[in-house]
């Protein structure tokens, strides 16, 4: 599912009728409350709250007055991230019904990449297991990561050759690799395409190797994918299973899954 094609999820402007049991958790303007009958509270009053099943917890967010910056949306990570513990514990339900459909969130887009980070902690609401959970966070972390990087052409591809080996004999980008794929660059010198490399797309959906930028790259653009920068990778993932996307190269989605799941604890 593309990032911007949730079905639980009304963007624009849209009209909702709320009843008195409904916490909104609403953000405009770099201001982050919960509304619950038409009261305003911060984290510390809700947190303290007591709720009841026929509670519901719906998401209101307008990004549209003020650029959301790296910092702004770090917190907001933190703040629904803790806001789905209480909900777990205490059995709130998620999203509104309207005509037979469950609306979680109406969001009105600004001009930030970080939205579509707030975007997917909204959908990690609805995975209702660990492996839907791990899944989905790392499908929306690769369609992140290609939203800023492919369908951009930050590598400025031009007749297959990438702009940092324009000069070069090589058609495969960074797709290549030494016979030791993680020593070979001690001893070895010949370069071999990624077998995952198939009619010039890859095949894998790698998450670690899209993260990857070059030297030149980072150099010309500044773009530089981390641990940090990435929020639900930031997030979601403990140190184990991120040591595992730092360094899980060539390495095909479902390989690198097993592996993050063996390590959730
Ligand atoms: S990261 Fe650098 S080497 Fe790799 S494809 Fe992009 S420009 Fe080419
Ligand atoms: S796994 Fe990595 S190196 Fe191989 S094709 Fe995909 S992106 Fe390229």
């Known amino acids: 599912m593309s990032l911007e094609k949730k079905e639980y999820i009304k963007y624009g402007n849209y009209d909702i009728l709320f009843d008195k049991y409904t916490i909104i958790l609403n953000y405009n303007n770099n201001n982050l409350k919960y509304i619950i009958d038409n009261n305003y509270y911060n984290y ?10 026929t509670n519901k917890l719906f998401f209101k967010f307008d990004f549209s007055e003020k650029y959301l910056e790296l910092s702004e949306a770090d917190y907001i990570m933190q703040i629904i991230k803790k806001t789905k513990k209480i909900v777990k514990k205490n059995k709130i339900n998620i999203g509104i019904t309207e005509e037979g459909k469950t609306i ?6 600004g001009k930030s990449d970080y939205e579509l980070n707030i975007i997917t902690a909204i959908g990690v609401f609805l995975c209702n297991d660990y492996k839907k959970k791990c899944e989905f966070v790392y499908d929306e972390i690769c369609n992140y990561l290609d939203e800023k990087v492919v369908n951009r052409n930050v590598c400025g591809f031009e007749n297959n050759k990438c702009i940092a080996k324009r000069n070069k004999n090589c058609s495969t980008g960074c797709c290549n690799h030494f016979k030791n794929k993680y020593f070979g660059v001690l001893y070895q010198r010949k370069l071999y395409p990624c077998k995952y490399l198939i009619d010039k797309r890859c095949t894998a959906k790698c998450l670690t190797c899209k993260m990857h930028m070059c030297d030149y790259i980072i150099k010309k653009t500044g773009i530089k994918f981390t641990t940090k920068n990435i929020l639900p990778l930031k997030y979601y993932f403990n140190p184990i ?3 595992i996307l730092k360094v899980e190269y060539f390495t095909p989605r479902d390989k690198t899954l097993k592996k993050l799941m063996f390590f959730d604890f």
């Open 44 to 53: 510390k009053q809700f947190s303290k709250m007591k709720f009841s099943n």
């Open 104 to 109: 979680v969130a109406n969001i009105i887009r």
């Open 241 to 243: 299973q991120k040591f």
